[in-house]
């Protein structure tokens, strides 16, 4: 059986893709239908995806040029199943970062 060179270039693009998406932050996370990305209210958050299993109160030093401040952070713990946690950072009223655990 051959294989063309075409095929062979798709299916090494499809397990790069799949090999980098593995354990990677998420840029945004599904709640039903909708998207949550950083930079989204906290009340859609909530509205979207509920109440988090879990939050968690923790400071972090806010990065670059010398900055040592650190600033208030909250982490949303929301079930994925299987032993796998989406954690949203949160600080003030915007969504930071989502990632997956």
Do not use: N
Not at 11 to 30: I, Q
Not at 59 to 73: K, L, T, Y
Not at 83 to 93: A, F, L, P, Q
């Amino acid at each position: 059986m051959k294989v063309s060179a075409q095929a062979g270039v798709m299916w090494l693009t499809c397990m790069v893709t799949l090999a980098l998406s593995v354990g990677a932050p998420a840029d945004g996370f599904r709640c039903g239908t909708r998207l949550i990305r950083p930079g989204d209210s906290v009340t859609r958050l909530e509205q979207l995806c509920g109440p988090p299993r879990l939050k968690v109160r923790t400071r972090v030093r806010a990065d670059g040029r010398g900055d040592r401040r650190e600033r208030s952070v909250v982490q949303w713990i929301y079930d994925r199943g299987r032993h796998r946690d989406m954690i949203v950072s949160v600080h003030g009223s915007r969504v930071i970062t989502v990632e997956l655990d």
